[in-house]
């Protein structure tokens, strides 16, 4: 797939977040070439990108040193990379902004979660092995069915080789975590429940959220997964879920309060 890259100046890195546990978040690129066709991001950013998600990607090449500026003033809090976009999708090969973005947190002593749906995060074990009090790191895993991942995350890592580079910074000490969100309505109960004893076996805590629907997804596959979710009994869903997770001792958190 063709992918546009447009190179941005930014004046902000650190944005302010609501989510449990977040204090600031940093995205340091708009849209993502993983391209899962339910990603709610494309809703919340600029038209050219939502619109030929997962081909428009902006590099924010100068957040590094903005970032730098801000921590200056001392903000407190932990900072999650990224909400809105991979920090580690194919271009952060060559950009490398997420690295340095983490060089520069950690050298402050800022706490930093990690959330990816790519291996590539474990280029940067040397610094999370280095700082194993500062951070975390989640991957979010949908499903284990490797054909219908290809289908709904199209261009993102295997949830495979997710599970094994979860597998490899477990064994390394990294506090981790595994975020199924959302919650593909219709997965089976028994792959929910694999998903589960993954992150027993890796002392993973399993946050979760319902599949939303949003005004997008109006044709195509994605609009069969919303007409499913809005079926979805999720406060049932979620009870069993949590249910599983009991049996397996696994922290079970629902990602955006209760479900
Ligand atoms: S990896 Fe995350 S940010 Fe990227 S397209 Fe998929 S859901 Fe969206």
Redesign the pocket.
């Known amino acids: 797939m063709g992918v546009r890259v447009i190179r941005k100046s930014v004046r902000r890195a650190l944005s302010r977040s609501n989510l449990p546990g977040v204090d600031f978040t940093i995205n340091p690129y708009t849209g993502?070439?993983?391209?899962?066709i339910?990603?709610?991001?494309?809703s919340y950013c600029q038209k050219e990108v939502g619109e030929n998600?997962?081909s428009v990607v902006i590099v924010k090449e100068n957040i590094p040193e903005v970032l730098g500026k801000e921590l200056r003033r001392r903000p407190s809090g932990r900072v999650v990379l990224?909400t809105?976009?991979?920090p580690y999708?194919p271009l952060e090969k060559e950009e490398e902004l997420t690295r340095r973005i983490l060089e520069i947190l950690l050298i402050n002593g800022c706490k930093v979660g990690i959330q990816?749906?790519?291996d590539l995060v474990l280029r940067d074990m040397d610094l999370l092995s280095q700082n194993l009090n500062l951070v975390d790191v989640g991957f979010?895993i949908t499903m284990l069915d490797k054909d219908f991942a290809r289908k709904i995350?199209p261009y993102?890592p295997s949830p495979q080789r997710r599970i094994r580079a979860l597998e490899r910074l477990s064994d390394e000490g990294v506090r981790t975590w595994i975020f199924m969100g959302p919650v593909i309505p219709g997965v089976d109960e028994k792959e929910i429940e694999e998903i589960v004893e993954i992150a027993g076996k890796t002392s993973s805590s399993l946050y979760y959220d319902k599949f939303r629907v949003k005004g997008f997804m109006k044709s195509g596959f994605v609009a069969e997964m919303a007409e499913k979710a809005a079926k979805t009994d999720w406060k049932e869903l979620s009870q069993r879920i949590n249910k599983i997770c009991e049996k397996y001792g696994v922290k079970a958190i629902p990602a955006f309060g209760n479900v």
């Open positions: 993502c070439t993983h391209g899962c339910y990603c709610y991001a494309r998600w997962g990224s809105m976009t991979d999708q990816t749906k790519s979010t995350e993102a």
